[in-house]
Structure formats: C-alpha cells, structure tokens
C-alpha cells in the first residue's frame, strides 16, 4: 500500500496564553508528570535518545500553543487533556484555561495528485553536513538540493509511520525556500520558510525536517488530505 490512513489528536490553549519560549518549559513538566510516557520527551529510562517520528509534537501556532499526537501519542494526550490542570511555568504553577481537544483522521503517504502546502513554523532542514554542502553551493543550486533533502523528510516521514514505499522515487517535490534563523539551545541555526508541491499526503499539524517534538518543521496544506 502507497499510504496509511491515521488517527490524529491536536490539545489547543488560548492564544497569548503561553508564549513560545514556554514549549520546553511545559514538556518539561508533563514529562515530570508522565514520567512512564517516554513519547513526552523521546528520552528512555538510561538517558538514551529514542530515535523515533515524535508520536507528540509541541507547536505554537497563530499565538496558541498546539500539542498534536498520533499513535500511542494520541491516547497519551487525551490523557493530558483529561488530568492536567495546570502547569508549571518559572517555578510558579498556573492554572491552564479552557481547551479545545481535536480527534481527526488523515493520510500519509503516496497520493494520486499533487498537494500544495506551507511551512507555518521554521523548517529545521540542515545537519552539519548538509549545511557545510548548502554553503559551498551557488545560491541558484540552493532550491535543488533542499527540494532534495525534503524528498528525504518524506521517506523518513512514511517509515515513521511503518509504510513502505514501493517507489520513493515517484515522490515529487517542487519548493520555494526562503532562508533565515532561529535561535535552538542558544544557537543561532540556518531554518527555512516557504511553500511546496508534492505528490504525498501529509497529515495537517504535523512536522517533518529536525527538532519536530519541539515544534519545528510544521505543516499546513492549501488542500488537506
């Protein structure tokens, strides 16, 4: 099969409630609440990294915070939803507001036409590698080698979904890129906004690139799946 249908649940909290500063400090708590859940933080108990597609992901989107889990994440976050309160923000609890849970289906995988979508939070596309290759390319290269590298985020998309892809190589992208930099543990890094074109469902409010558990990479489509 060329694609899998998927069970998707997103928590919303009031915009300007949070900021996007506090997305580390808010995983951190839950994480402390939820210690059994390692889809919280991806840490296993020896301290290892769990080398996995985040089943939750933190967003902050349009002033709001998102958290979006699929899989185990999602049974975890409705958990979330039904027995936290509150968190901790700079030592101090704060009561959390009213929230909105959305439990929707979507698709991931090859699809029969082409889709148009948008980066609404940076995509993290670069490893070192890659950025020491980006840099000593001419700009008019640029487009070709990171339409390249989103290729790769979709393969890797499909495998964190367990579907395999008969023929990858019929995943088509076309992109338009624009450079720029977030600042990730105190670390200015090269991150890109833009749009593109493929043939690949992807699910709406999930991630794909780097650092997609933190909020990275985000998804939007001019036509959902």
Request: charge should be positive; glycine fraction near 8%.
């Amino acid at each position: 099969m060329s694609f899998t249908d998927v069970h998707l649940v997103r928590l919303q909290y009031p915009k300007d409630f949070f900021t996007k500063d506090d997305i580390p400090r808010i995983r951190a708590y839950l994480s402390r609440q939820f210690p059994g859940y390692t889809p919280i933080h991806n840490h296993m108990p020896k301290g290892n990294y769990r080398y996995v597609y985040p089943e939750i992901q933190f967003k902050f989107l349009d002033g709001a915070l998102n958290i979006v889990g699929h899989g185990v994440g999602g049974t975890i976050l409705t958990e979330i939803f039904q027995k936290v309160d509150q968190v901790e923000i700079g030592h101090k609890l704060r009561e959390l507001p009213e929230k909105e849970i959305q439990v929707y289906q979507s698709r991931v995988g090859m699809a029969p036409e082409v889709y148009a979508y948008r980066f609404v939070t940076p995509w993290m596309a670069l490893n070192q590698e890659n950025y020491e290759k980006l840099r000593d390319l001419p700009m008019r290269k640029w487009r070709s080698f990171l339409e390249r590298i989103l290729w790769g985020n979709l393969r890797a998309l499909a495998h964190g979904f367990d579907l395999w892809l008969e023929h990858p190589e019929e995943i088509r992208v076309h992109g338009e890129f624009f450079s720029g930099h977030s600042v990730f543990k105190n670390k200015h890094i090269m991150t890109f906004t833009g749009s593109f074109r493929t043939n690949f469902y992807i699910p709406p409010g999930l991630g794909i690139g780097k650092q997609v558990a933190r909020g990275y990479g985000a998804v939007d489509a001019d036509l959902c799946p």
